[in-house]
């Protein structure tokens, strides 16, 4: 149970860095183009393109990626809470 446990943390923790590192790059003008950036939107687009078309941007700020961690980790705990269940 342990090793299914902490390959599922891993998963979700290395899925949320990406988000992260998808909304801090541009800040830090990386061009959209670049190999890193593309990856990252290629990964992440799934997620985040449904939530977008029912956020709407407050401003000039788009509260997206924020809301998909929030998403993540809920999941992450209802999995986890799940399989504890499960086998304990």
């Known amino acids: 149970m342990m090793p299914l446990s902490q390959l599922i943390k891993l998963v979700f923790t290395l899925y949320s860095l990406a988000i992260v590192a998808r909304a801090l790059l541009p800040l830090f003008r990386v061009d959209p183009y670049h190999p890193v950036m593309r990856f990252l939107i290629q990964i992440t687009e799934p997620v985040l393109a449904p939530l977008r078309q029912h956020i709407p941007p407050i401003g000039a700020l ?27």
């Open 62 to 88: 788009d509260i997206t990626s924020m809301v998909a961690l929030l998403l993540l980790w809920l999941l992450e705990w209802l999995i986890q809470t799940i399989l504890l269940t499960l086998y304990y």
